[in-house]
């Protein structure tokens, strides 16, 4: 609270409200207007991002509903970014979605076909959706369209992960800078943003919960592909909460063919639910204490949230209150165990300690 406020509820004023969001279109327009005018204004968060979709080092601009003729019509993207580095200049066009909104494969396929007669390096999507791996895309589109463009995602949980990095852990270069992002940073946490993180297992979650219960969970049941690919997007959601939290890129490592293979990835996950009524991930976090030479298992049995969302007895939140306190209590005071130094065989010891005793 400011200094000079004349009691605790008086309400700061904030560079970006939520005050007044209405219909989804605007609380679009909003959030996409809050984005563009933070990463013009603080730039190592506006790097960080372009990192992420391949941009070079650079002057960055960004420009909100830009207009484009296609076919004598005219289409207007949410966003367009452009970063300069010398005589490069890098162009994405990019399209947004808040709430529960979702991605529409003819409009990403009408971008695509203007960044490739405009002569754009990519067409960017952004919405709540989490895609299970890194690199891949939850809209598919006709594939020629990509020859020339390329097509990258992002969720809001990644934009406000690279502004809690940035503002926690990497630092900005002036106090206005580090204002201006942690007003974002409160802009996008507010409920009303439209801008959320993961919080539903999907509504498959409580019919295969209780089949996996009772043991009666089968592989080729219609609905555990849903709730296996629910998982796989709060593993991915894990693990950008723990990056912005450490300040270290946190990542689920996997067998190589499980990696590169989204279908084999998702099997994985379906059988072993429903073989052993388990869903489990590894996370891999730089500077804790890794396997050395012989390995144990510790673990900590805490109890489940049966709600498919909210926050209050569900699953989501059960697991991400779970893994906090796992690696706050547990993991982050675990050292590695260090190999002993070659030693000197003793009879050299004790000739050289007597030697030096002579002299």
């Given at each position: 609270?400011?200094?000079?406020?004349?009691?605790?509820?008086?309400?700061?004023?904030?560079?970006?409200?939520?005050?007044?969001?209405?219909?989804?279109?605007?609380?679009?327009k909003r959030?996409?207007?809050?984005?563009?005018?933070?990463?013009?204004?603080?730039?190592?968060?506006?790097?960080?991002?372009?990192?992420r979709?391949?941009?070079?080092?650079?002057?960055?601009?960004?420009?909100?509903?830009?207009?484009?003729?296609?076919?004598d019509?005219?289409?207007?993207?949410d966003?367009?970014?452009?970063v300069?580095?010398?005589?490069?200049l890098?162009?994405?066009?990019?399209?947004?979605?808040?709430?529960?909104?979702?991605?529409?494969?003819?409009?990403?396929e009408?971008?695509?076909?203007?960044?490739?007669?405009?002569?754009y390096?990519?067409?960017?999507?952004?919405?709540?959706?989490?895609?299970?791996?890194?690199g891949?895309?939850?809209?598919?589109?006709?594939?020629?369209?990509?020859?020339?463009v390329?097509?990258?995602?992002?969720?809001?949980?990644?934009?406000l992960?690279?502004?809690?990095?940035?503002?926690?852990?990497?630092?900005?270069?002036?106090?206005?800078?580090?204002?201006i992002?942690a007003e974002?940073?409160k802009?996008?946490?507010?409920?009303?943003?439209?801008?959320?993180?993961?919080?539903?297992?999907?509504?498959?979650?409580a019919?295969?919960?209780?089949?996996?219960?009772?043991?009666?969970?089968?592989?080729?049941?219609r609905?555990?592909p849903?709730?296996?690919?629910?998982?796989?997007?709060?593993?991915?959601?894990?693990?950008?909460?723990?990056?912005?939290?450490?300040?270290?890129t946190?990542?689920?490592p996997?067998?190589?063919?499980?990696?590169?293979?989204?279908?084999?990835?998702?099997?994985?996950?379906?059988?072993?639910?429903?073989?052993?009524?388990?869903?489990?991930?590894?996370?891999k976090?730089?500077?804790?204490?890794?396997?050395?030479?012989?390995?144990?298992k510790?673990?900590?049995?805490?109890?489940?949230?049966?709600?498919?969302?909210?926050?209050?007895?569900?699953?989501?939140?059960?697991?991400i209150?779970?893994?906090?306190?796992f690696y706050g209590?547990?993991?982050?005071g675990?050292k590695?165990?260090?190999?002993?130094?070659?030693q000197?065989?003793?009879?050299?010891?004790?000739?050289?300690?007597?030697?030096d005793?002579?002299?």
């Amino acid at each position: 609270m400011p200094a000079l406020a004349g009691g605790t509820n008086w309400p700061a004023a904030r560079l970006f409200s939520v005050a007044g969001v209405g219909a989804a279109e605007e609380q679009e327009k909003r959030a996409t207007s809050a984005l563009l005018a933070t990463m013009y204004a603080v730039r190592p968060f506006a790097r960080g991002i372009v990192a992420r979709l391949g941009a070079p080092a650079g002057t960055v601009e960004t420009f909100a509903e830009v207009q484009f003729e296609l076919a004598d019509r005219k289409v207007i993207p949410d966003g367009v970014i452009r970063v300069a580095r010398g005589s490069r200049l890098w162009m994405c066009l990019l399209e947004v979605k808040t709430g529960t909104s979702q991605l529409r494969r003819d409009q990403v396929e009408k971008y695509l076909d203007v960044a490739r007669i405009r002569g754009y390096d990519v067409v960017v999507t952004l919405s709540n959706e989490i895609a299970p791996g890194a690199g891949e895309h939850p809209v598919d589109v006709d594939k020629r369209k990509l020859r020339k463009v390329g097509m990258l995602h992002l969720s809001w949980a990644e934009i406000l992960q690279e502004a809690r990095m940035v503002l926690t852990h990497r630092g900005v270069e002036t106090p206005v800078q580090a204002w201006i992002l942690a007003e974002f940073i409160k802009y996008l946490e507010h409920p009303r943003s439209g801008a959320s993180g993961f919080d539903d297992m999907g509504a498959a979650w409580a019919t295969v919960r209780d089949a996996a219960v009772a043991g009666t969970l089968r592989a080729a049941d219609r609905k555990v592909p849903a709730v296996a690919d629910a998982w796989l997007r709060l593993v991915r959601f894990l693990c950008l909460h723990l990056t912005a939290e450490l300040g270290v890129t946190v990542t689920s490592p996997l067998p190589r063919r499980l990696a590169v293979d989204p279908a084999a990835r998702q099997a994985a996950v379906v059988s072993k639910l429903a073989v052993d009524g388990v869903l489990d991930a590894t996370l891999k976090i730089p500077g804790a204490a890794g396997l050395v030479i012989t390995t144990f298992k510790l673990s900590r049995s805490t109890p489940m949230g049966a709600r498919r969302s909210g926050v209050r007895g569900a699953f989501v939140h059960s697991v991400i209150t779970a893994l906090d306190a796992f690696y706050g209590t547990v993991v982050q005071g675990l050292k590695p165990w260090p190999s002993p130094a070659p030693q000197l065989p003793e009879e050299t010891v004790s000739e050289a300690a007597a030697l030096d005793d002579l002299t």
